[in-house]
């Protein structure tokens, strides 16, 4: 059996390569490996010096996360690197593609690094939850001082070698084979005698610092990093280097890495890593399914919609042709969209060059003639099956027979859509999230008849654009909206029931959305979902409970930050939602109405009022085969709803809640508020046999 971590001399230099695939994580046999390679380096007579390299497409990238969480195995990744930095003879770590975590912790152990131009360096830790629990917050800031240390930890964002050179990271740059590179620096070393360089000695960098630096950053934290446990306690951490002595500030760090690693943050958010990970695979879709280059796009339709959609492609470097009905709104959308580039240039985001190559790759049309060559065309035409229909029905002869048709719809069925076609087995559902140039997630809609290659396509693309693809199935607003419904259906009840918009607005933002139904919806527009009611009232079934509140606000001409009021009014020029006078009496008024007693409502039952039917309908979901997995559902509102990551996305929270507790809640609810409570037969049956959503 060829074991993950071996030993080797190339002249007076002992080479230990971890060989891992496919990140070289340091699970237990490479942890052990490590150190069997440092004695075997120190035992040889012929070896003056050690280089830890990695083999294949990188050097270490961390801890192995699917150990976390099992009882920990011998040895201690702090005893190896320990070991490392005890080393009589020089080591030097060769870095290449990414030292991420316990990767750069045993790097900074190691006496000097080199690194290939193109290796990156950092901490990742925080965006699982967690913090550097090897040394990291030790050892950083003793090389980088502590405001950079504590940017590094808290954001997770690796630098290139570059800058870590800068930073006095990274000793060497080399510029051919990393091996020799590194074989001959370690050589250099010992020739030299250079003195080993121990980071724990080093004190100058974190002697006399402020207790008030970190007292800001944490402040600062607070807002850009609301409601994550992790990054707090890596300040803790930082600080710690900052005022205890090395081997005190290593038991803290160990102290507060357990806390996390305990709580339930850490294990959401490698719940998401994971799912992430696992979105990717379709059991009817395997990785040799052929997928078709997209070389060139089209998108119909030069609407905030379209205009962003187009924007996706031009940024991954693929020409894309705009076509709308006429010259005005060809040019109003292409102004939007280069006024979208000019705030990011702005805002130093993007440089003026880069604008212009994108811009470049974006052309107008308004001839269907002209899209005739792509490989692609995604159209974003009004929401309204007849429009849709008609559009489809012309692709069938100016599109390329092979191109894939995709619809931007976010309610339509794609079948029908479809239908409209000869080649069916090329419609596809890409439902974006607007804005479309910056929601990560993109909802891949299989129809009855989309070929294999098409979702293949699908997804490859959704990578190449940097969206997170997530396939689902055909079925009314598709997953992400579909389970909104009654998330939007209970928020507007409880306001007749008692309630005030700013209250159940606070109690969701509180949970850690970005922001509550009713301050979503005047910034979303709500004019749109009122034309979707009215054109739904004929055959709405009578015996439901129905809130107007919405529909009479909008009959009022409100529609929300862009008529200057909705569900709030707004000061001129401020997207501030201020609570207002006049919506509470209408909503008193609607409550008199509909002869609902007003009562005191609690913010845990606004919670979950608002949060169990997400659950419930996301069961129901699962039921029908529309998502593949319940971790499926949670990246969907990760990534398109801003759902706290650290709560893992609705399904996670439920399994976190305890599905028995959900489930008799929702009974409760069902008792009180009727049909709309229904609990899903998947949920009673998991509550039932004591399982979570992940044990499916
Ligand atoms: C840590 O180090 C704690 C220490 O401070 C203290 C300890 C005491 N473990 O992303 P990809 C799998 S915490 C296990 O598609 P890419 C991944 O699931 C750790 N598995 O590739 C996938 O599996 P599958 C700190 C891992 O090229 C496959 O590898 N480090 C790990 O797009 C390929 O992954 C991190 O947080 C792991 N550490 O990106 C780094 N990493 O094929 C996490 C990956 O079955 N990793 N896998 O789906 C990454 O950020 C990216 O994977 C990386 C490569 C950038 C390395």
């Known amino acids: 059996m060829s074991t993950p971590v071996e030993y080797q001399r190339r002249g007076s230099v002992g080479v230990i390569t971890v060989n891992n695939p496919p990140v070289n994580a340091l699970s237990t046999a490479v942890r052990q490996g490590i150190a069997d390679g440092l004695a075997r380096a120190a035992a040889d007579p012929d070896a003056r010096a050690a280089v830890i390299i990695g083999a294949g497409r990188t050097f270490i990238a961390g801890a192995d996360i699917r150990e976390f969480g099992k009882p920990l195995q011998p040895p201690d990744l702090n005893e190896v690197i320990r070991h490392i930095e005890q080393s009589t003879k020089p080591v030097v770590a060769a870095l290449h593609g990414t030292a991420l975590g316990g990767g750069f912790e045993v790097a900074l152990g190691c006496h000097y690094r080199c690194a290939v131009p193109t290796a990156q360096l950092g901490f990742p830790e925080v965006k699982l939850g967690l913090l550097p629990g090897a040394g990291g917050t030790q050892r950083l800031p003793r090389v980088v001082g502590v405001e950079a240390a504590l940017r590094m930890i808290t954001s997770g964002d690796p630098i290139p070698a570059a800058q870590a050179k800068a930073l006095g990271l990274v000793d060497e740059i080399v510029q051919g084979e990393l091996l020799d590179g590194a074989v001959a620096f370690a050589e250099r070393l010992a ?49 710690a280097a900052a005022t205890l002595p090395f081997a005190e500030g290593l038991k803290r760090e160990r102290e507060l890495f357990a806390g996390l690693m305990q709580g339930t943050q850490s294990k959401a958010q490698i719940h998401i890593f994971f799912s992430e990970r696992e979105v990717t695979k379709i059991p009817d879709v395997p990785k040799e399914t052929p997928v078709k280059p997209i070389g060139s796009a089209a998108v119909l339709g030069a609407g905030t919609m379209g205009g962003g959609i187009a924007m996706n492609f031009a940024n991954a470097g693929i020409p894309v042709r705009v076509l709308e009905m006429s010259q005005e709104a060809l040019d ?36 269907y003639g002209d899209i005739g060559s792509a490989d692609i065309v995604v159209e974003a035409v009004f929401e309204e099956m007849a429009v849709k229909k008609q559009v489809f029905g012309i692709l069938e002869k100016a599109a390329r027979p092979d191109a894939i048709l995709a619809t931007n719809t976010s309610t339509l069925d794609i079948d029908e859509i479809a239908s409209a076609t000869s080649r069916p087995g090329q419609v596809i559902g ?47 607003g598709f997953v992400g909206n579909r389970m909104l419904h009654g998330y939007i259906r209970e928020a507007e009840f409880l306001l007749a029931e008692g309630a005030l918009p700013q209250q159940v607005d606070r109690v969701i933002y509180d949970f850690g959305l970005p922001m509550g139904p009713f301050t979503m919806g005047d910034l979303a527009g709500l004019d749109v979902g009122w ?90 979901i699962l039921e029908e085969g529309k998502a593949l997995r319940a971790s499926d559902i949670d990246v969907i509102y990760i990534y398109g709803y801003g759902f706290p990551v650290y709560r893992g996305g609705p399904m996670f929270y439920a399994d976190t809640v305890g599905l028995g507790a959900v489930y008799d809640t929702i009974c409760g609810f069902h008792k009180v508020h009727g049909e709309f409570w229904q609990p899903a037969p998947l949920l009673e049956r998991l509550a039932r046999e004591g399982k979570r959503f992940r044990d499916l």
């Open 531 to 620: 034309r979707i009611r009215k054109g739904k009232a004929a055959t709405r079934p009578t015996h439901l409970r129905y809130s107007p509140i919405g529909d009479r606000i909008c009959e009022m001409g409100r529609f929300g930050q862009k008529t200057g009021a909705g569900w709030y009014r707004y000061e001129k020029g401020s997207r501030a939602p201020i609570p207002d006078p006049e919506i509470e009496a209408l909503i008193l008024r609607t409550a008199k109405e509909q002869g609902i007693e007003r009562r005191q409502i609690s913010d845990d039952e606004i919670l979950k009022r608002c949060m169990y039917p997400l659950i419930n309908e996301g069961a129901r």
């Open 332 to 367: 109003r959308g292409l102004a939007v969209v280069r006024k979208n580039y000019a705030a990011t240039v702005e805002k130093g985001r993007l440089s003026q060059a880069d604008m212009d190559r994108r811009m470049s790759l974006i052309g107008g049309t308004l001839s």
């Open 191 to 239: 020739a030299e005698g250079k003195p080993l360089r121990k980071i724990s000695e080093m004190q100058d960098k974190v002697g006399d610092v402020a207790p008030a630096l970190f007292d800001e950053f944490r402040k600062g934290l607070g807002k850009s990093a609301r409601g994550f446990e992790a990054p707090q306690r890596c300040a803790d951490a930082v600080q």
């Open 430 to 476: 890409t439902h974006f999230f607007s804005p479309a140039n910056v929601m990560r997630l993109l909802e891949i809609v299989r129809g009855a008849r989309t070929s294999k290659e098409t979702i293949a396509t699908a997804m490859d693309l959704a990578r190449k654009i940097r969206k997170v693809g997530v396939l689902v199935g055909n079925c009314d």
